[in-house]
């Protein structure tokens, strides 16, 4: 199965990557303490670049990876100051890099294969194998309570596009489906395309408890600074081990906890 295909993958870029954008000024704080000019920073599914031009304006070697070659062809010309790869973050070689960042619930998505939450520890190991020390580890994730009342439909309208879509949540297996119906405007007429998502629904104690394992210390967030997050959503924040730990106070406010393994 495969998803975010040309049609969706310029809805999103329409209509949704302002998302990631509006997460651009809380995030290049963090970036600031954490990462030296010219560093490197790679974003795991990356969609349409938005996020990715906005860390390379700001001085960053990005490397934005995402496994949609169409959802590519676009972030190579939003952020041409930044490099793109197509693949899975699941299997992608990450390169030794000083921050990895994943939003919009990219490590939700199980496309084609199961994603249990031991796949969490493996990514995130995989991860901090590939951060420098102290490095830095943002992304958000939906947990269960994504979707109150377990369904929900909804519509958006662009200027030569629309999108409907039905979620529903399964409590008892802890996943959500999206049916996305997409229509674009394509010459004189509409072309109708349509995905299914599954998403794995990960709680927040769960993920935390993973983190810890793989060796960051990590806090659950309800948003990217001033950009809250919708229902079940949670920004998590996690520093490898080693560097400054004074760098890991965002101006001088809040500190990082070292979570205890809880087994
Ligand atoms: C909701 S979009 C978010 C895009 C972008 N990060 C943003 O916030 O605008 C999810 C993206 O994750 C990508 N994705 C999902 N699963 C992936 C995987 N296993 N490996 C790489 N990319 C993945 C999709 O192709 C899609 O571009």
Redesign the pocket.
Known sequence: LD??GRDLAYV?DRG??S??ESAAPWLLGWLSRRVPQGGLVV??????G??ARRLAEAGYEVLG????GD?LSLARRNAPGARFRR????TAPLPPCHAIL?????LN?R?GRPRPARSLLRLFLRMRAALRPGGLLVFDLAGPGRVPGGRAEGSRLGRDWAVLFRSEEDLARHTLTRRITTFRRVGGAYRRSEEVHVLSLFREGEVLEALAAAGFSARALRGYGELRLGPGLRVFLALGPGGDPSSSTPRGKRRIRRRRRTR
């Open positions: 998803g975010y999103h949704f990557s998302f990631s974003e795991l599914g990356c969609g349409s938005r996020l990876i995402d496994r949609s959802t693949g899975s973050l699941e994943a939003l919009g619930e990219v998505y496309f």
